[in-house]
């Protein structure tokens, strides 16, 4: 664990770090709880989760928005699948808030804020489609996603923004699985807005699992 992070409960299944600009995926278990690193600060963690014995119920920002009436995700919220089930919670946060309506960047939307010369840039859509084609979904299994500490505040009029980060190094969100899931991270590769701070940095994955329940001692003799 990075010094700053308290260690998790339960047994560590995996503990690896995703490289800058690099997708990953995994499967979380009912009980399991993914912890997310920050490591250097300012590195937004796009995700995209889905049910592992049918993927056609997946993450939604819109259920999960409604449902809390609140468009920020902090520790508490409740992460519900198009179909209304919870999918995970969070069960801790170090940032004050995560976004969950600011999108995962792409080659097309680049084009269409930063300019053509943009459009041959690594994107978070570019991840989301490799990682995703491990499992056999395609550009049609491409929903909504969380942003993990990236900042993307709304104004009294609705405007959206994508400012400076409010996440630091050694910051980190924990979820715990409340269904067997895939998930998905996209580590931004963006470079043409503060969402990275204009630098792209590695992000550090663990998974824990809960200690087995001891086997009760038989009562008979
Ligand atoms: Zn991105």
Same mark, same amino acid.
């Given at each position: 664990?990075?010094?700053?992070?308290p260690?998790?409960?339960?047994?560590?299944?995996?503990?690896?770090?995703?490289?800058?600009?690099?997708?990953?995926?995994?499967i979380?278990?009912?009980?399991? +709880?993914?912890?997310?690193?920050?490591?250097?600060?300012?590195?937004?963690a796009?995700?995209?989760?889905?049910?592992?014995?049918?993927?056609?119920?997946?993450?939604?920002?819109?259920?999960?928005i409604?449902?809390?009436r609140?468009?920020?995700?902090?520790?508490?919220?409740?992460?519900?699948?198009?179909?209304?089930?919870?999918?995970?919670?969070?069960?801790?946060?170090?940032?004050?808030y995560?976004? +969950?309506?600011?999108g995962?960047?792409?080659?097309?939307?680049?084009?269409?804020?930063y300019?053509?010369?943009?459009?041959?840039?690594?994107?978070c859509?570019?991840n989301?489609?490799?990682?995703?084609?491990?499992?056999?979904?395609?550009?049609?299994?491409?929903?909504?996603?969380?942003?993990?500490?990236?900042?993307?505040?709304?104004?009294?009029?609705?405007t959206?923004?994508?400012?400076?980060?409010?996440?630091?190094?050694?910051?980190?969100v924990?979820?715990?699985?409340?269904?067997?899931?895939?998930?998905?991270?996209?580590?931004?590769?963006?470079?043409?807005?503060?969402c990275?701070?204009?630098?792209? +940095?590695?992000?550090?994955?663990?998974?824990?699992?809960?200690?087995?329940?001891?086997?009760?001692?038989s009562?008979?003799?």
């Open positions: 664990m990075t010094d700053n992070v260690p998790l409960p339960g047994r560590i299944v995996l503990d690896e770090i995703v490289p800058a600009r690099a997708p990953w995926d995994h979380v278990r009912l009980g399991e +709880t993914l912890r997310i690193i920050d490591l250097e600060g300012n590195q937004s796009d995700f995209l989760m889905y049910a592992l014995h049918d993927d056609a119920e997946r993450y939604s920002a819109q259920d999960t409604a449902a809390q609140n468009i920020f995700l902090r520790t508490g919220s409740v992460l519900l699948s198009n179909e209304g089930r919870a999918m995970a919670r969070i069960a801790a946060t170090t940032v004050a995560h976004d +969950t309506i600011g995962a960047c792409s080659c097309e939307s680049n084009t269409l804020r300019g053509y010369h943009t459009k041959s840039h690594h994107a859509v570019d989301f489609l490799y990682a995703n084609s491990r499992h056999g979904r395609g550009k049609r299994d491409m929903v909504s996603n969380i942003n993990w500490f990236m900042n993307v505040p709304v104004e009294p009029d609705g959206l923004g994508i400012v400076d980060g409010i996440s630091a190094a050694g910051l980190y924990d979820l715990l699985a409340e269904m067997d899931i895939v998930a998905v991270i996209s580590n931004c590769p963006q470079i043409n807005n503060p990275n701070a204009f630098n792209p +940095t590695p992000l550090r994955v663990v998974i824990a699992a809960p200690d087995p329940v001891p086997e009760a001692c009562t008979r003799s």
